[in-house]
Each structure stands twice: as structure tokens, then as C-alpha cells.
């Protein structure tokens, strides 16, 4: 399950720098009407309106898989805390330390408080 997770992630990282990369690499609104006058764009790759398609809807698929992943990751993160609350013998353990210190020290016990060690002595000390 730890593999998976991982995969996941590294998959959500990198279609997060495709984002960040496209984003950057597309032209803003601005830019259409310097194309219009034969700035360029003419002699592009795509042609003159290919570029923005194919850069829009690449951005497109790279924010569709990192919203999955999110949502996978989230789920996956859900799942792995429901295992660890429904453990409850490690939760009960410092209550039983804390009654049995308590006890030993023979103050009163207070349920979810948390006692000082008790103090060395004095001749355990000299030793």
C-alpha cells in the first residue's frame, strides 16, 4: 500500500510541474492579437491557432490527473488513520503507567494526568 501511495504522488508532483510548465508556455490574451498581424505565429509548430489547443488542452489533462491524485491520495491518507485510531492498546498504555505511578507515589489518580517522575532518594543518590 506504501508503494502505491508513493507512485501516486510522484504522479501528482509531476503533473504539477506540467501545469506550472504549460501555464507558463501559453500566451495570455494579449498576445492573439499580435498574432492576428503575422507576428510569428504563422510559422509555429501547430499553425496559428494549433499551439493554444494543444497547449490548453494539455493543461487540461494534467489538471484532471492531479485532481485525481489528490483525491487518491486523500483517500489513501483516510484509510491509513482509521487503521491507527481503531488501535487502542497503545492509547490505553501511558493511562496505566500514569494509575500505576500514581499508586506507587500514593497521591490520588487523576485520569489523563500526566505525573513527574517520582524524586531519587536521598541515599540512592549517594551511591
Do not use: W, Y
Amino acid at each position: 500500500m506504501q508503494f502505491f501511495a508513493n507512485l501516486v504522488l510522484i504522479v501528482q508532483l509531476l503533473s504539477a510541474l506540467a501545469i506550472i510548465g504549460l501555464v507558463l508556455v501559453q500566451h495570455g490574451k494579449g498576445a492573439d492579437m499580435g498574432a492576428s498581424f503575422g507576428s510569428g505565429a504563422s510559422g509555429s509548430l501547430f499553425g496559428a491557432t494549433g499551439s493554444a489547443n494543444f497547449l490548453s488542452r494539455s493543461t487540461a489533462v494534467a489538471a484532471t490527473l492531479f485532481f485525481g491524485c489528490t483525491l487518491g491520495l486523500a483517500f489513501l491518507a483516510n484509510g491509513r488513520s482509521a487503521v491507527s485510531a481503531g488501535d487502542t492498546a497503545l492509547d490505553r498504555a501511558p493511562i496505566a503507567a500514569t494509575a500505576a505511578s500514581a499508586a506507587a507515589s500514593g497521591a490520588a489518580a487523576i485520569p489523563g494526568a500526566v505525573l513527574a517522575p517520582a524524586p531519587v532518594a536521598a541515599s540512592a543518590a549517594s551511591e
